[in-house]
């Protein structure tokens, strides 16, 4: 059969399970759960990573961006193909259910962690499809890598060892399960589209396509989200996946990890009580929509006083950091021009320091980093020359990633 006839009705084996919920003795068929996160990793892709990942992902794999989503959304959904294994056995009542088939032919299979048992097992499979994947670095051997790192820690994959493909099917079961494995690896990449092979795997593309499938699959795994899905199961893959999609939009935003859009409004409109912006931030208002414009969002770090007026700052910031498809090509009216001294009777220092306008390197590297659910991106900065403090208070404000604004001065208790 092809993977056409195995996304329809009675077209493949649903019995091995992949969630189980001991109080209400609800049995999650694996294929589902691993479709499940597939099209919830689209939606993350889409809605939570920045323009600027999505295209460090894309170059770090040598295909288009479109390319590119479908192959995070194939690898995301086979994080878990490593459950069709000994695994199936660790619980009594879903591995009752699995079927006779499957059941009598385990053989001498031994149990080990599924997410190795997932490496181990992709490795081959990509080889089958095209991928290179006969040395550690190749990108077959790369992706295998990120499967068997979905539960935070990268496996070291011996090709010629424990991962050679003879020592594999022995720890794995039978013909039926080496079957199964294979149908389920086709099936993901058909409804996904991840036709196109990788060229390359950077280490920077595996860190973030890693952590769109952690996020994906903690998602996914949510009681509230695939328990009511166990009780009124689809017949077919195919249902069941383009179901997955039409709902993955919702369980995105209610995890509240898609990005606030914050309404261009003037300044005194949006923070009431405030006639006009100070120096500092309208130095970073001026300075930092400009960089933005250039480049992209990066990381704002803005060092002051209490009372000096941080929190009106990194709102104004946000604002300018809003996505490109959101933030008008003009900012003029709702950017106001640098405010004049204010008058020197205050009881505090009012001169601020602006930010110096000296052309700064471009973008460095960027690395990722991931603490499910959440992935966060930083771009470590170079050493910029600081700027000369202008006042008798100095307050420092840092932009990283989209270039370099500094200003810098002593810090304060």
Same mark, same amino acid.
């Given at each position: ?58 170059? !770090? ?10 192959? +995070?959304?194939?690898?995301? !959904? ?97 013909p039926a399960w080496q079957d199964l494995r294979r149908r389920y690896f086709a099936l993901l990449r058909h409804l996904t589209g991840a036709t196109a092979v990788p060229s390359d795997v ?34 077919? &893959?195919?249902?069941?996946? &383009? ?7 919702? +369980? ?5 990890? #898609? ?12 923070? !009431? ?27 704002? +770090? ?38 004049? #001294? ?11 320091? #602006? ?14 980093? #991931? ?29 990283? !990633? ?12």
């Amino acid at each position: 059969m092809g993977v056409r006839e195995d996304a329809r009705r009675d077209g493949i084996d649903l019995t091995p399970w992949g969630k189980f919920d001991r109080g209400e003795w609800a049995v999650y068929p694996l294929l589902f759960h691993l479709l499940d996160v597939a099209a919830l990793a689209g939606v993350v892709w889409d809605r939570y990573l920045t323009r600027g990942q999505r295209q460090l992902i894309a170059a !770090g794999v040598g295909l288009t961006l479109a390319e590119a989503r479908c192959l +995070v959304m194939s690898i995301a !959904g086979l994080h878990d193909l490593g459950k069709l294994s000994a695994f199936q056995e660790q619980e009594a009542h879903p591995w009752a259910r699995v079927s006779d088939t499957l059941r009598a032919d385990t053989r001498s299979w031994r149990r080990m962690p599924h997410e190795r048992a997932s490496m181990h097992i992709v490795l081959h499979l990509f080889a089958e499809a095209g991928y290179p994947a006969d040395t550690s670095d190749s990108p077959g051997a790369l992706v295998a890598q990120i499967l068997g790192g979905h539960h935070g820690r990268f496996l070291q994959v011996d090709i010629g060892g424990a991962a050679k493909a003879s020592r594999v099917n022995l720890a794995l079961g039978g013909p039926a399960w080496q079957d199964l494995r294979r149908r389920y690896f086709a099936l993901l990449r058909h409804l996904t589209g991840a036709t196109a092979v990788p060229s390359d795997v950077s280490v920077r593309a595996a860190v973030l396509i890693t952590g769109v499938g952690i996020i994906a699959d903690r998602l996914a795994s949510q009681r509230h989200y695939w328990l009511p899905r166990a009780q009124a199961p689809a017949f077919a &893959a195919g249902e069941h996946y &383009a179901q997955a999609v039409r709902d993955a939009p919702a +369980v995105v935003e209610e995890s509240g990890l #898609t990005r606030i859009t914050l309404p261009e409004v003037p300044f005194i409109q949006a923070h !009431g009580g405030l006639e006009r912006p100070n120096d500092l931030q309208a130095s970073v208002i001026r300075q930092l929509t400009a960089v933005v414009g250039e480049k992209e969002p990066g990381i704002l +770090v803005v060092t002051d006083a209490t009372g000096g007026g941080k929190s009106v700052t990194a709102l104004e910031a946000a604002r300018i950091f809003k996505p490109p498809a959101t933030r008008p090509a003009s900012c003029g009216c709702c950017r106001p021009s640098p405010p004049p #001294t204010p008058p020197t009777t205050s009881s505090r220092p009012t001169s601020r320091p #602006t930010i110096p306008s000296t052309p700064r390197s471009p973008w460095s590297t960027a690395t990722a980093t #991931t603490t499910p659910p959440t992935l966060t991106t930083a771009w470590p900065p170079t050493n910029p020359p600081p700027a000369t403090p202008t006042g008798p208070r100095a307050t420092t404000a840092t932009m990283t !990633g989209a270039g370099r604004l500094r200003g810098s001065g002593p810090r304060t208790a």
